[in-house]
Structures are given as C-alpha cells and as structure tokens.
C-alpha cells in the first residue's frame, strides 16, 4: 500500500509516495526550499509542488513543524511565520492540493511513529523519546508505544535560552561549532530531558542522524540509551504517511 507523505520544515519541503508495507519510500523524494517568510500561501504552494511533481491524487499526510491541535489547527509556529497561528492547516492544504483528502500531524511526532513501527524505537517499551536536531529540536514522547503528542521539549529552557537555540543542528551551522563542541551542548540538553523523564531510549533523529558516527561518542554520563533514528530524515515523510493512512483506513 502507498500513501503520499510530506514533511514540511524551517528550511525544507519534501515528499514522496511511501510504500506503508516496508516503511520506506516507494520514489526517490523530492524537495522544494521552504520560503521566507514562511507564511501559510507560501508554504502552501510549496507542498502543491511537491504533490504535482509526483503526479499524485490520493490522500496525503503532511508534518508541520509546531503544535496541532484537532488534526488540523497549528497553535504555534517558531521556525516558520506567526500567521500559522491558529490557521486551519487541513482546510487550507487540501483546497490548495484540489481537494485531496490531507492528515496534518506534528513533524516530531510523525518521525517518532515512525521510528517505533519501523525503526530504533520497534518492540521498545517503558518511555522512548524521540528527538529531531535540525532548524529547531522536535521531540515525540511515547510510554509503552503510545504517542503523547505535541511535546515541543525543543523549547524547554536551558540556561536561559530555549534548547534549540542552543543545540539544534541549525546552532551548530550559525555558530561553526566542532562535533565535540556541539556534542557537549546536546549532552546537556539530554541530562536535562533525563532529569525530567527518565527516559529509558533516546533516539536521535533529524537530518543530522545519518552523521552520528561524528558526535554521538562525545556525549557521556547519559544514563539512557542513546542510539540513531533508523529511518533518518524520511522518518517524518514515513510517519506523515502512516497517519493518513489510518485517517483514510
């Protein structure tokens, strides 16, 4: 079975169809630079270019880089444009995509179900957090397999600031950190979720999880077990898909 999945992020729109009995993508993905500002038509008429490109005209399922509450109203919006807020995400996705039948879910969240069905966290149970390093940090919280949504643990304070500002991969780019010294800052943010959640796996996900090789050894005195998203960065289009499936389903 395939379903469209499309992850939608500060700096990127991509896509794909996705084959739901492999867990993987059925067609090489497309991407489209997310626009600045940001704003809902902008955006809007990027995932409309990434659907067209393949063609496309059953259900899709769609990640956005906040909270949504309902399956379909965003209630915020840090790394793309304030006028997400409160907009009717599905209403506005489906009439621009020609009335296709749409599934927004939270991009981290997305990733995360993923990850559990197909990935790191498969079998996994007591508490398994899921976080995402990119334009910000998104995290997906589950206990014994199932999802508390909506966590947005990126925005937890640390020292000051909100983590991601600090530790997401984007932090890494701007200020031309080392591995080393980028490692240090996510090892206290990590102890920090810890010291919270006592989880018992983290996973780390985002476009930075097929380089772990390069920082994940610098970080020490975590007690959880840390190891990489399996799916890396299509763990959002994968989940994106899976939820769409079960709207349709």
Do not use: C
Request: hydrophobic share 40%; glycine share 12%.
């Amino acid at each position: 079975m395939q379903i469209f999945g499309l992850d939608i992020g500060g700096s990127g729109i991509k896509g794909a169809p996705v084959d739901l009995d492999r867990g993987d993508l059925a067609q090489e993905r497309f991407k489209v630079l997310t626009p600045h500002p940001a704003t809902p038509d902008g955006v809007a008429d990027g995932v409309k270019q990434v659907v067209e490109h393949y063609g496309w005209t059953g259900p899709v399922g769609l990640t956005f880089p906040g909270v949504v509450t309902d399956g379909s109203t965003i209630r915020t919006a840090a790394n793309v444009d304030r006028s997400w807020i409160d907009t009717d995400a599905r209403a506005l996705f489906s009439e621009r995509l020609g009335g296709l039948p749409v599934t927004v879910v939270n991009d981290a969240d997305a990733a995360g179900v993923a990850e559990m069905h197909f990935g790191a966290g498969r079998d996994r149970r007591g508490t398994v957090i899921l976080l995402t390093f990119g334009t910000g940090i998104g995290s997906a919280l589950f206990i014994d397999g199932a999802l508390v949504p909506n966590t947005e643990l990126g925005h937890l304070e640390l020292h000051g600031h909100d983590a991601e500002k600090r530790a997401s991969s984007k932090a890494k780019e701007d200020e031309d950190l080392s591995w080393e010294h980028w490692a240090h800052r996510v090892q206290k943010y990590l102890a920090h979720v810890e010291m919270l959640f006592s989880p018992e796996l983290f996973i780390v996900g985002g476009g930075v999880s097929r380089k772990s090789q390069k920082f994940l050894h610098y970080i020490e005195g975590i007690k959880a077990e840390i190891v990489p998203a399996q799916l890396q960065n299509n763990a959002g289009i994968v989940g994106a898909a899976m939820r769409a499936a079960e709207k349709d389903g």
